[in-house]
T-cell receptor, first 113, second 111 residues
Framework: DAGVIQSPRHEVTEMGQEVTLRCKPI?????LFWYRQTMMRGLELLIY????????DSGMPEDRFSAKMPNASFSTLKIQPSEPRDSAVYFC???????????FGQGTRLTVV | GDSVTQMEGPVTLSEEAFLTINCTYT??????LFWYVQYPGEGLQLLLK?????DKGSNKGFEATYRKETTSFHLEKGSVQVSDSAVYFC??????????FGPGTRLSVLP
């Protein structure tokens, strides 16, 4: 398996624009996680899915953020409208079960100007 | 809630020096403990793990022992290399909850 695949690797956008981040988890993994990493706040869990169903979205910072998982092999994280404070590296991770290790993608570095 | 505390970085060592990165946790029950490593420009990779008290996880010369009595999971390596320069994250998983990551410790190894 190629591992968790995220796209794009880098995204630069203007404030107010919509941004969509994409993730393909490892095949067979039932859990998918979205994390945000910043220097100030470290690694934060935004939301996670089990079998395509959102389980806990309490980490989503505000209504501008939304995440979907239409099928077992694809998930999106959308920010609309984007703001400069959303600039961060966003990681997607997947795991076989909720208590086995998570495998991380390489991340999407988002810059909102 | 559960939490993980790590020693503040950055940690700067010379090649072949001994490494210790301290990690302590607060959690109910019997969590599983993990060390992840993040190389520049990369995602986090699992380095090692331990799922019960007194277990020792080891990988690539790194090791950590799950000490329930001191609620610790310190990472050690006997002789670091320049290629070990990275950010190291201690993490725990408690059943029914999410993974909790520490803030990370940046390690720089000088030749």
């Amino acid at each position: 398996d190629a591992g968790v695949i995220q796209s794009p690797r880098h995204e630069v956008t203007e404030m107010g624009q919509e941004v969509t981040l994409r993730c393909k988890p490892i095949s067979g993994h039932d859990y998918l996680f979205w994390y945000r990493q910043t220097m100030m706040r470290g690694l934060e869990l935004l939301i996670y899915f089990n079998n395509n169903v959102p389980i806990d979205d309490s980490g989503m910072p505000e209504d501008r953020f939304s995440a979907k998982m239409p099928n077992a092999s694809f998930s999106t994280l959308k920010i609309q409208p984007s703001e400069p404070r959303d600039s961060a590296v966003y990681f997607c991770a997947s795991s076989y079960t909720e208590y086995t290790e998570a495998f991380f993608g390489q991340g999407t570095r988002l810059t909102v100007v | 809630g559960d939490s993980v505390t790590q020693m503040e970085g950055p940690v700067t060592l010379s090649e072949e020096a001994f490494l210790t990165i301290n990690c302590t946790y607060t959690a109910t029950g019997y969590p599983s403990l993990f060390w992840y490593v993040q190389y520049p420009g990369e995602g986090l990779q699992l380095l090692l793990k331990a799922t019960k008290a007194d277990d020792k996880g080891s990988n690539k010369g790194f090791e950590a022992t799950y000490r329930k009595e001191t609620t610790s999971f310190h990472l050690e390596k006997g002789s670091v290399q320049v290629s070990d320069s990275a950010v190291y994250f201690c993490a725990l998983y408690n059943y029914g909850q999410n993974f909790v990551f520490g803030p990370g410790t940046r390690l720089s190894v000088l030749p």
